[in-house]
């Protein structure tokens, strides 16, 4: 099995479609975009969003349509906690005292160009400490 610069490459535009899409989906939704790939340290999260009164943090699992596992099972509690932690240094960073969700958006790409997307509103819950 392959996994060099191509893979990788590969890899990060198949994420960038997937969160172009999830944006696209949210904003008809209503959503207004606050921020996206918003980093801290090393970690990241991919869509910040908000619904009426409350932060929306989005994480986008995107994936071809041969896929073995649901995208939305790459969803580790070892990347809850780093979504939580990148999270709490956003609103921290911009000021923001609102209510706070935590999304996941699960992208199918097909083969005719078409996608399948699933929307898992309160997907977690921040892990107590």
Not at 28 to 51: C, Q, S, Y
Not at 100 to 127: C, M, N, Q, W, Y
Request: negative net charge.
């Amino acid at each position: 099995m392959r996994n060099g610069p191509d893979d990788n490459a590969e890899k990060e535009d198949l994420g960038k479609k997937g969160e172009e899409i999830a944006r696209e989906f949210l904003a008809l939704k209503g959503f207004r975009i606050l921020d996206t790939n918003w980093h801290h340290g090393h970690k990241e999260i991919d869509i910040v969003a908000r619904l009426n009164e409350e932060i929306v943090v989005v994480e986008v699992k995107t994936r071809l349509e041969n896929y073995a596992v649901e995208p939305w099972e790459a969803v580790t509690s070892a990347k809850i906690r780093n979504i939580v932690e990148v999270a709490d240094a956003w609103l921290r960073f911009n000021q923001v005292d609102l209510e706070t969700r935590f999304d996941v958006i699960s992208v199918v790409l097909k083969r005719d160009g078409s996608h399948l997307i699933e929307h898992f509103e309160g997907a977690f819950l921040p892990p107590v400490n």
